[in-house]
């Protein structure tokens, strides 16, 4: 059975930073890529950020700059460093593979506001 559990997620001023991590289970997790997504209330969950097995990076053009994706396989954990963070960043984030061929984990809180 595939899980795919999210931590990190908290409430943080403007312009401050949070570490979000994902382990996945029941997964040979080396051989998919894996993205972050997030999801605001009354929108749609978007694409954050990417990474291949092979280690190539996108990211949203809303983070480029602010956050960094990255991986470690011999946890089955991907994670994403959040930089800056701002208040259109509130949303609740997810981990999947990419594309998303799994259900969706509970996701983690993140709220950016004073």
């Known amino acids: 059975q595939v899980q795919l559990v999210e931590s990190g997620g908290g409430l943080v001023q403007p312009g401050g930073s949070l570490r979000l991590s994902c382990a996945a289970s029941?997964?040979?997790?080396?051989?998919?890529?894996m993205g972050w997504y997030r999801q605001a209330p009354g929108n749609q969950r978007e694409l954050v950020a990417e990474i291949t097995r092979s280690g190539i990076i996108t990211y949203a053009v809303s983070v480029k700059g602010r956050f960094t994706i990255s991986r470690d396989n011999a946890k089955n954990t991907v994670y994403l460093q959040m930089n800056s963070l701002k208040p259109e960043d509130t949303a609740v984030y997810y981990c999947?593979?990419?594309?998303?061929?799994?259900?969706w984990g509970q996701g983690t809180q993140v709220t950016v506001s004073l």
């Open positions: 999947n593979t990419r594309p998303a061929v799994y259900n």
């Open positions: 029941g997964i040979i997790f080396s051989t998919y890529a």
